[in-house]
C-alpha cells in the first residue's frame, strides 16, 4: 500500500508565502510522476503543478512564475513553494502520484493524498 501524507497548508495573507511537502510512504514502489492539484469551492479539481515521467515540469498557467515544484528523490517527497499568493489560490491541495508497485507483480496505481487546506485572504 502506497500513501501520500502532506503538510503546509494554512492561512496566509495576499503576497505571502507557503511551502506544501507530500511524502509517499510504502513499500515495493517506484514513482512515475508526482504533482500538486488543488480544488476550489464550487469549481472542479486541476492540475496546478506537477513532474512528468520524464522529469520536465507543468505549471498551471495562472501560478507561472509565482509557484515552484521541486522533489527529493531520496525521500520521494515532493514540496510546491507558492509566493506572491492570491485569493484565486484558496483551495484544498492535494498531492497525486501515479507508482508502480512490485509487491504482488508490476501493477500501475494512482494514488491520492487526504488534501491541506489553502486559504489566501485578501
Known amino acids: 500500500q502506497v500513501q501520500l501524507v502532506e503538510s503546509g497548508g494554512g492561512l496566509v495573507q495576499a503576497g505571502g508565502s507557503l511551502r506544501l511537502s507530500c511524502a509517499a510512504t510504502g513499500t515495493a514502489f517506484s514513482i512515475n510522476t508526482m504533482g500538486w492539484h488543488r480544488q476550489a469551492p464550487g469549481k472542479q479539481r486541476e492540475l496546478v503543478a506537477g513532474?512528468?515521467?520524464?522529469?520536465?515540469?507543468n505549471y498551471l498557467d495562472s501560478v507561472k512564475g509565482r509557484f515552484t515544484i521541486s522533489r527529493d528523490n531520496a525521500r520521494d517527497t515532493v514540496y510546491l513553494q507558492m509566493n506572491s499568493l492570491e485569493p484565486e489560490d484558496t483551495g484544498v491541495y492535494y498531492c497525486?502520484?501515479?507508482?508502480?508497485?512490485?509487491?504482488?507483480?508490476?501493477?500501475?496505481?494512482?494514488?491520492w493524498g487526504q488534501g491541506t487546506l489553502v486559504t489566501v485572504s485578501s
Open positions: 497525486n502520484a501515479g507508482v508502480i508497485q512490485y509487491s504482488q507483480g508490476a501493477r500501475y496505481l494512482e494514488v
Open positions: 513532474f512528468t515521467t520524464t522529469g520536465t515540469t
